[in-house]
């Protein structure tokens, strides 16, 4: 009886031990495939919304990833990754913010929605502070546009119509320079950032800033320092697909 109670108790802990053994290897896996990714965290004024989307930004198209649901107008979410890429926050079709994250990063969102285009801020890498600063450069541009569009329709059938058009496109040509120049000395800078990729393609209307053919020795130099930075990256090695292609 005395052997038999043993063998019980020996079973018993052998049954704990192997149950103990599974539950760590469980943790240990579960921390292994958090390593990998990096962690988004948003606070946000004026939100009315419940949840908003978490968006990967690829070279040919916009995958959603995940719904994420907003609690005190903020949230927190791990995205588990190696690469650094381009991702978004979603509330809707024309609200929202894009970011750049990758392995080990912790980007910090914030911003009035009501307005977020100009008060967003991004924080947590260098890359993302670059690309916010393209994003805002090319945001004013915009503005100036919009304006001078608003005074085009204005005057359209006004005797001064001829005279105000000629310095609309006067001041519209020269702000277009200004901002051209801007991102070309951005990317000169930064030839091995994603964000130069950005500033590379970004456009006012219908017209780009810059072209694969006219500009080809700037984008040349970009790819060649992108490739040594990130020689795997889906978006380097779209760039040079693209530009194979051409």
């Given at each position: 009886m005395f052997i038999v109670k043993i063998n019980q108790i020996y079973l018993l802990m052998m049954?704990?031990?192997?149950?103990?053994?599974?539950?760590?290897?469980?943790?240990?896996?579960?921390?292994?495939?958090?390593?990998?990714?990096?962690?988004?965290?948003?606070?946000?004024?004026?939100?009315?919304?419940?949840?908003?989307?978490?968006?990967?930004?690829?070279?040919?198209?916009?995958?959603?990833?995940?719904?994420?649901?907003?609690?005190?107008?903020?949230?927190?979410?791990?995205?588990?990754?190696?690469?650094?890429?381009?991702?978004?926050?979603?509330?809707?079709?024309t609200t929202f913010i894009t970011f750049i994250a990758g392995d080990k990063d912790n980007i910090s969102l914030t911003g009035d929605l009501l307005c977020i285009k100009n008060t967003q801020n991004i924080t947590g890498n260098e890359e993302s502070k670059l690309f916010l600063e393209v994003n805002r450069k090319v945001h004013e541009m915009y503005l100036i546009t919009d304006s001078l569009a608003k005074i085009f329709v204005a005057y359209k059938d006004t005797e001064a119509f001829d005279s105000i058009r000629t310095q609309l496109d006067s001041c519209y040509y020269h702000n277009f320079e200004y901002y051209k120049n801007y991102l070309r000395d951005f990317i000169i800078q930064h030839?091995?950032?994603?964000?130069?990729?950005?500033?590379?393609?970004?456009?006012?209307?219908?017209?780009?800033?810059?072209?694969?053919?006219?500009?080809?020795?700037?984008?040349?130099?970009?790819?060649?320092?992108?490739?040594?930075?990130?020689?795997?990256?889906?978006?380097?090695?779209?760039?040079?697909?693209?530009?194979?292609?051409?």
């Open positions: 049954k704990n031990k192997i149950i103990i053994t599974v539950v760590i290897s469980l943790l240990i896996g579960f921390t292994a495939c958090k390593e990998n990714g990096f962690t988004v965290k948003g606070k946000f004024e004026n939100n009315h919304y419940t949840y908003c989307v978490l968006d990967e930004v690829r070279p040919y198209e916009i995958a959603a990833l995940d719904t994420i649901l907003l609690i005190n107008n903020g949230f927190s979410y791990f995205v588990n990754t190696i690469e650094k890429g381009f991702y978004r926050i979603r509330f809707d079709d030839p091995n950032k994603l964000a130069s990729i950005s500033a590379f393609y970004q456009k006012i209307g219908h017209r780009n800033f810059f072209s694969d053919i006219e500009d080809k020795e700037l984008l040349d130099k970009m790819i060649k320092e992108l490739s040594i930075a990130y020689p795997s990256n889906q978006h380097v090695i779209a760039l040079k697909e693209r530009l194979e292609h051409d």
